[in-house]
């Protein structure tokens, strides 16, 4: 950083220096400085309706001048060659890496306004509450999960012990052991 400090500070004594002597107004006039902070951040007001693209399980917002999707649990948006991910369309839009753009998103056709004119749009309240619903069951269903794969690693590890007294009285016959 300090390092651009001197090269705008050395610019500044050249710009002066030119000014001051008089070498040529007009070449002071033409010197711009473009300090260049990114694109700038997506505004997305709340969406009025979304329509699905059906094959792909990909949302878009149709009535906007550009491109806004709802994929794996984010929004995303891309503008030139970046693309902006938020949580939720009213949070803090982040550029993101091309390789984290869900391939899903890479197979929206560039005319699916066109293509999916007469999708029916799903009001936003309601397409909201169907997400809240179908994120609740998924986490249920990943609850029940890790509890099965819990009683399973269990009952496994008493069939493993089972096992083995039946092999060592198979092996030795009857008698005391550790376990």
């Not at 694109?39 to 094959?55: F, H, L, Q, R, W």
């Not at 917002?61 to 999707?69: A, C, S």
């Amino acid at each position: 950083m300090s390092k651009s400090i001197f090269r705008m500070l050395g610019l500044v004594v050249i710009l002066v220096m030119l000014f001051v002597f008089g070498k040529t107004k007009e070449a002071a006039a033409d010197v711009s400085i473009n300090v260049n902070r990114g694109p700038p951040p997506i505004i997305a007001a709340k969406p009025t309706e979304v329509v699905m693209i059906p094959d792909l399980q990909v949302y878009f917002v149709p009535k906007l001048e550009f491109d806004v999707f709802f994929c794996n649990g984010y929004w995303w948006s891309p503008l030139g060659s970046l693309w902006y991910r938020a949580m939720a369309h009213n949070e803090p839009w982040k550029v993101v890496n091309k390789r984290y753009v869900p391939a899903l998103l890479y197979r929206v056709p560039k005319d699916y306004r066109n293509v999916y004119e007469k999708e029916q749009p799903i009001p936003y309240g309601k397409w909201k509450k169907q997400m809240k619903h179908r994120e609740k069951e998924a986490r249920n269903e990943l609850k029940k999960d890790k509890e099965d794969d819990k009683q399973g690693r269990e009952h496994g590890n008493k069939k493993k012990a089972l096992l083995s007294k039946v092999i060592l009285k198979s092996l030795f016959g009857q008698g005391n052991y550790l376990f």
